[in-house]
T-cell receptor
């Protein structure tokens, strides 16, 4: 599985868009990019995933660069409840392991 | 629909004692996983089971054993607990394809004294 690199921490003002970057420069063609978050030591929660195209759901948007070497998770209107550790994961299409990195701790300022 | 259920939620063990952490999912998922999370750290994969009848080592398997009892249940056993195994343990499950998400339990907080 490709290794990912994320900043250890970020902060964002409430109501603004939070943009969380992830570098996965060794990603291969059949690896998906997943994002999860973990709120205050609860079990991680799935947010979104994608392969090549940008994706959007009710929680967030995922922007993947054309070369697929990096991606950005966008929370369009951050709230205090979005304070969490966000994990970017790259996973082979046929593999079963899900390997977490150290993630980005996102703090939302009131 | 309960999702992924872990038991117990909390446990204190003495060094050298053994115990089994239980995990069950009701989503008909093929794959199941066990992770540990030490304070202030990310999750590390201990063991996983890609499908019923198979198990494989993850990143940190030493000191643990697993059993995939059936499609629903995946247990983690500590044969001789050590203080270094003090951690929060998470179980997860997913379909065995890339385009679906994994669902996590709420964790078992284990302290070994």
């Amino acid at each position: 599985d490709a290794k990912t690199t994320q900043p250890p921490s970020m902060d964002c003002a409430e109501g603004r868009a939070a943009n969380l970057p992830c570098n996965h420069s060794t990603i291969s063609g059949n690896e998906y990019v997943y994002w999860y978050r973990q709120i205050h030591s609860q079990g991680p929660q799935y947010i979104i995933h994608g392969l090549k195209n940008n994706e959007t759901n009710e929680m967030a948007s995922l922007i993947i660069t054309e070369d697929r070497k990096s991606s950005t998770l966008i929370l369009p209107h951050a709230t205090l409840r979005d304070t969490a550790v966000y994990y970017c994961i790259v996973r082979y299409s046929s593999a079963s392991k899900i390997i977490f990195g150290s993630g980005t701790r996102l703090s939302i300022r009131p | 629909n309960a999702g992924v259920t872990q038991t117990p939620k909390f446990q204190v063990l003495k060094t050298g004692q053994s115990m089994t952490l239980q995990c069950a999912q009701d989503m008909n998922h093929n794959s199941m996983y066990w992770y540990r999370q030490d304070p202030g750290m990310g999750l590390r994969l201990i063991y996983y089971s890609a499908s019923e009848g198979t198990t494989d080592k993850g990143e940190v398997p030493n000191g643990y054993n697993v059993s995939r009892l059936n499609k629903r249940e995946f247990s983690l056993r500590l044969e001789s607990a050590a203080p270094s195994q003090t951690s929060v343990y998470f179980c997860a499950s997913s379909y065995r394809v890339s385009y679906t998400e994994a669902f996590f339990g709420q964790g078992t907080r284990l302290t070994v004294v």
